[in-house]
């Protein structure tokens, strides 16, 4: 028998399951590569093949998978996967599949849904400080927006004393008198409790006029 017949007997009888695992470790050294050059098209496709064509499925690979739809600016494909991840037995893992998700949904506009992905995540590593800035930043913008709100409901209606003393402070700002501007709002306020109505604008001039001091 030829070498060349022999080793064609040979191939006969490599398992099939031995080149399915070489042909997956290719694939996953593909989708590896396209993730770390920052290729998120690409990546997302390699990402693909490992679960459509291997049905190769992992925590990790849902979590990239995330990632590489996220990158690529489809945010709404992307949180079907960190939904899966989420679900991952490595806490970790699962934290930062939360966090991602809520950065999704806050920048959505969606902030109660993200600041619960935000605490979730936390309840599964309290060490994930990205995850725990995330929360107490949004959880603090999210007091003062509804501190702003009573505020503006219970804001007084200006007079016409009131609005006709806006109308020059805002004159004297065009000027860059803010020091006059905010007099000018201060005197009237003491005359007239409706220039209550315009406080954020005094807040502000009052802010300018100090660092103008400094």
Known sequence: MSWSKL??????????????????????????????????????????????????????????????????????????????????????????????????????????VALSKFQSALIQDPTNEQARYNYELLARWLKRDEERKNQDQNKPEPSEFAKRKKAEADRLVEQFRFNDALKVMQDAMAQDSTVAAYQDFMTTLQEVVEIDEK
Request: aromatic residues 14%; glycine residues 2%; hydrophobic residues 40%.
């Open 7 to 112: 080793i064609w007997v040979v191939f006969l009888f490599i398992p099939s399951s031995w080149t399915r695992v070489t042909r997956l470790n290719n694939a996953i050294e593909v989708a590896e590569t396209s993730y770390a050059e920052a290729n998120y098209e690409k990546s997302i496709a390699d990402h693909l093949i490992l679960v459509n064509d291997f049905q190769h499925n992992s925590s990790e690979l849902n979590f990239d998978l995330g990632l590489s739809h996220q990158y690529a600016k489809k945010v709404d494909e992307a949180l079907p996967w960190y939904d899966q991840a989420t679900q991952s037995p490595n806490k970790m893992l699962a934290s930062f599949a939360f966090n991602q998700s809520g950065v999704i949904q806050g920048d959505k506009k969606e902030y109660e």
